[in-house]
């Protein structure tokens, strides 16, 4: 118990003395990150945040990836950001079904802390107009091939020069109501690892 206690206290005045001395914030001017989700390894029930703040459809993807390329807009000087961005990915269910999504984003990043070796952030992404290759994924019939992509997660970048990120974000794909049937589809949690530069 001794030990597990001096550890921890130890940690604790370790990152304190990291965010004091950490004077360069780094904010990318570019990022490019590849995610992948598989059911398989990835719990496909994690908590979400209800809405409106965030959204839920019962459809669900069980797999598939995403290329993402986002540049900043605006900064400040230490805790929060602004990101433009441009994304394709591909969603499965069962094997069978597969859709294709190529969206626009504006992404928005808070820093929890920062340090010389990491800077944990929250990023979140709404209403980014999405074109789909379909208009069906598995039972939902999503009315239109257009359509809205939001995500919500936790990540950090890392590394000397801070020139990696490794992130996890739930994704949800739907017409954010704007017509009567809204069905949507959810991709639970999507694995994130990016170059900043």
């Known amino acids: 118990m001794q030990f597990t206690r001096d550890l921890l206290i ?16 780094f904010f990318p001017k570019q990022q490019l990150s590849f995610g992948f989700y598989d059911n398989d390894f990835i719990t496909a029930n994690p908590w979400r945040p209800s809405s409106p703040f965030f959204w839920t459809a019962t459809t669900k993807a069980d797999g598939g990836g995403t290329i993402v390329y986002t540049r900043t807009l605006y900064h400040t000087q230490k805790y929060f950001s602004a990101e433009w961005g441009v994304a394709g990915s591909i969603w499965t269910m069962n094997g069978q079904s ?19 070796y990491f800077n944990p952030y929250v990023v979140y992404s709404i209403a980014g107009p999405s074109l789909l290759t379909r208009d069906t994924f598995g039972p939902a019939q999503l009315t239109a091939p257009f359509i809205f992509q939001d995500y919500l997660g936790v990540g950090t970048f890392f590394g000397k020069d801070h020139h990696f990120d490794l992130s996890a974000r739930m994704y949800h794909y739907s017409n954010g109501d704007l017509l ?12 994130f690892f990016g170059f900043n530069f």
């Open 180 to 191: 009567t049937h809204n069905p949507g589809f959810d991709v639970p949690l999507v694995i």
């Open 10 to 25: 130890f940690i604790m005045v370790f990152f304190c003395c990291q965010i004091a001395q950490a004077e360069n914030y």
């Open 98 to 116: 597969s859709i294709g999504a190529f969206s626009a984003l504006i992404q928005l990043r808070w820093w929890i802390f920062r340090t010389d």
